[in-house]
């Protein structure tokens, strides 16, 4: 979030929707570290962690989604990336409708248990499953 309290949302330009910046660990990588590096390349912001928020299991994939709280450190937004189509903060009331599943619940869990890491699974239904396949092994999520 920044100083105003909005979310920072990345639009993917492989499927035209609205995501949280962050993408797959590297070997040897960091969890803390991929976040801030999936940042910076999805967004052109550079970030520094607060705190984890999130483990969210994927049991269709047998993976784990990591989900950081950051605070905005510089930068300035990318006009369109190799990944980014388009960058922009949405209050957290007004999120845009095309989201990639499971993000509004997250940001949900995220303003409603402030200071705490939120462990749970998240099930997508087979329709958005087959839509989504590709990109839902995620790792270190920025929020």
Not at 71 to 77: A, I, K, V
Not at 100 to 128: D, F, H, M, W
Request: hydrophobic share 30%; glycine share 10%.
């Amino acid at each position: 979030m920044n100083q105003k309290g909005y979310i920072l949302l990345a639009k993917r330009k492989d499927y035209p929707l609205w995501d949280l910046p962050g993408g797959t660990l590297e070997k040897g990588e960091e969890l803390s570290a991929c976040a801030i590096r999936e940042t910076q390349e999805e967004t052109g912001y550079s970030i520094s962690i607060k705190q984890k928020i999130g483990e969210y299991y994927k049991p269709q994939y047998n993976d784990v989604e990591h989900l950081f709280s950051g605070e905005l450190e510089g930068g300035s937004p990318i006009n369109e990336g190799p990944e980014t189509e388009e960058v922009r903060w949405f209050h957290p009331r007004k999120l845009p409708l095309n989201m990639i599943p499971n993000r509004r619940k997250q940001i949900k869990n995220y303003l409603t248990c402030r200071g705490e890491v939120v462990k749970t699974s998240l099930r997508v239904s087979p329709a958005k499953i087959f839509f989504y396949k590709g990109f839902l092994r995620v790792f270190g999520r920025f929020l």
